[in-house]
């Protein structure tokens, strides 16, 4: 069936660092890509997306680029900020029916000053 | 400001009573969802509805309920049949099945 692997975290870094946090999955179809961040305490809020292979999602400074060819949409930062803790989740939904999410199991990251 | 409301915030309960989430959004949206997140896990789908009147068993469906009388309003009843119900519980809501989906704050139940 349809899945997402994401890196086990906590993922730790100290402020201004590079940040990836690995994500692959397995999907019958041509899966939407998605990352969802989770505030301490709050509910999911969209990150970005991408809808096709090679597209680039984008937004505050983060970026992932879906890749067909193995599978991923790791997420990338080029400098962390501590407001940028959180948990992230990868997710992919597959159209026919519905928009069916499929989640990964999250990746806290810590960023320390 | 439009937004999808869940009260309460944190929910006790003791084993073996119902429990209603409750789960509103003013945007419009004809599709809402409930998940259910346990820590160190992604979020597994419990119900969901397409429009006023109708709703779907998602992956995790057995021990809950639910009802779509008003388009505004998605609650969801944890029955005692739900062997462990302790959890957060998101509430989501899109324009329709295909669109992007947006998530309520969420309810974190506890029960003893």
């Known amino acids: 069936g349809d899945s997402v692997t994401q890196m086990e975290g906590p993922v730790t870094l100290s402020e201004e660092a590079f940040l990836t946090i690995n994500c692959t999955y397995t999907?019958?179809?041509?899966?939407?890509l998605f990352w969802y961040v989770q505030y301490p305490g709050e509910g999911l809020q969209l990150l970005l997306k991408?809808?096709?292979?090679?597209d680039k999602g984008s937004n505050k400074g983060f970026e992932a680029t879906y890749r067909k060819e193995t599978t991923s949409f790791h997420l990338e930062k080029g400098s962390v900020q501590v407001s940028d803790s959180a948990v992230y989740f990868c997710?992919?939904?597959?159209?026919?029916?519905?928009?069916?999410?499929?989640f990964g199991a999250g990746t806290r990251l810590a960023v320390h000053p | 400001d439009g937004g999808i409301t869940q009260s309460p915030k944190y929910l006790f309960r003791k084993e073996g009573q119902n429990v209603t989430l409750s789960c509103e959004q003013n945007l419009n949206h004809d599709a809402m969802y409930w998940y259910r997140q346990d820590p160190g896990q992604g979020l597994r789908l419990i119900y969901y509805s397409q429009i006023v009147n109708d709703f779907q068993k998602g992956d995790i469906a057995e021990g809950y309920s639910v009802s779509r009388e008003k388009k505004e309003s998605f609650p969801l009843t944890v029955t005692s049949a739900q062997k462990n119900p302790t959890a957060f519980y998101l509430c989501?809501?899109?324009?329709?099945?295909?669109?992007?989906?947006?998530f309520g704050p969420g309810t974190r139940l506890t029960v003893t």
């Open positions: 997710a992919l939904s597959v159209s026919g029916g519905y928009n069916k999410l499929i």
């Open positions: 989501a809501s899109s324009i329709g099945l295909a669109g992007e989906q947006y």
């Open positions: 991408a809808t096709k292979a090679d």
């Open positions: 999907a019958t179809g041509y899966p939407s």
